[in-house]
């Protein structure tokens, strides 16, 4: 019984080391020129200049926002994508309270957590005008006001022309003119950040119109704008027949679209009767090490966004994550 006692605290002891050490490696993230210890090398340096560890704030938006942003720092991350609404504090684009987005930003500011960017998903095709029209409504108010919001960067989906969700598919997706019509919409949006300084970051989809590496970067030649850039998240590209070729597709999507990443989503991606899932990271069968192997060849700043995940998984989640980038070559 006490050899066994003294194996358990032994093995608490290592557990508790690898934790510390991994917040160490999150708290070293992007913080300029820091060369790194003698053992690292060259991918795991260059991600520990450039990533910047992120995640999603609706993961603690049911808490106050002080002790959100509180718990953010503490947990690890520097950054977040975020909607600006906390179980206290909330602001709404569509009937702006200013008081409210400078507490928001403010208190952030103060924790040194910095905005990655602003979350303003919707259906740039809807078929419900109405809907259609209050997207529209906030994109416009975020790209002319980001410098109050914190962040130039503008995140949002591609469209889809099904009525019942933004995230489901539709037979017409595939068609030119939804590609058009889309195509159409980013091309306003791209015009509008270039006048404001914005930046709008799209994420492919492979149930919306953006839904392969082709049509993005088709998209994003079309619209050759500096106000136009992608949001990486890999998983969102397979389907379920793409998954056994993964890795092709990985350097593909890099190759390709590497130029125009401006932030990079880390989820994971899984097979299921209804076509591939997103789950938490570490909870399906993305290849983390040649994700961040091609992340990290980018050689520039980036925010690496935590996502798809609960408050209560959040301390796994970002061990995966951190234990990645430390096994770097």
């Known amino acids: 019984m006490l050899a066994r006692k003294h194996d358990e605290e032994r093995e608490n002891r290592r557990s508790l ?19 790194g210890p003698a053992w690292a090398t060259h991918l795991r ?41 906390f179980a206290d504090v909330r602001f709404d684009p569509l009937n ?13 500011e103060k924790q040194g957590v910095a905005i990655a960017a602003i979350f303003g998903y919707y259906n740039v095709i809807d078929p419900d005008l109405d809907r259609r029209k209050q997207g529209e409504a906030r994109m416009e108010f975020y790209l002319r006001n980001w410098k109050r919001l914190g962040c130039p960067i503008v995140s949002t989906e591609t469209g889809t022309f099904n009525r019942e969700s933004q995230w489901m598919d539709s037979p017409e997706n595939d068609t030119e003119e939804a590609f058009v019509q889309a195509r159409e919409a980013f091309r306003r949006w791209a015009r509008l950040g270039e006048e404001t300084g914005g930046v709008l970051t799209i994420e492919a989809y492979w149930r ?38 993964m890795k092709a597709m990985l350097q593909e ?10 932030i990079a989503h880390a989820k994971d991606v899984k097979d299921s009767p209804q076509g591939p899932e997103h789950p938490a990271p570490g909870r399906g069968v993305l290849d983390y090490p040649l994700y961040f192997r091609l992340l990290a060849e980018l050689d520039r700043p980036l925010d690496l966004v935590i996502e ?22």
């Open 45 to 85: 340096t260059k991600s520990r200049k450039n990533f910047r560890l992120g995640i999603t704030s609706h993961v603690y938006g049911q808490l106050p926002l002080d002790e959100a942003a509180r718990r953010i720092k503490e947990d690890g991350f520097r950054s977040i994508l975020t909607n600006y609404q």
């Open 208 to 245: 919306n119109v953006v839904g392969t590496i082709e049509r993005a970067e088709r998209l994003l030649k079309e619209v050759d704008s500096p106000a136009l850039k992608l949001v990486m998240d890999p998983c969102n590209y397979f389907r379920s027949d793409d998954l056994p070729r």
């Open 96 to 108: 702006p309270d200013w008081a409210a987005a400078d507490k928001i930003v403010g208190t952030f």
């Open 308 to 329: 798809h995940l609960a408050l209560d998984d959040v301390a796994r989640s970002r061990d995966f994550v951190l234990g990645h980038i430390e096994r770097l070559p």
């Open 253 to 262: 999507m890099f190759q390709r679209l590497g130029p125009k990443i401006a």
């Open 17 to 35: 080391l690898g934790r510390r050490d991994l917040l160490k490696a999150a708290a070293g993230l992007a913080i300029g020129s820091m060369a």
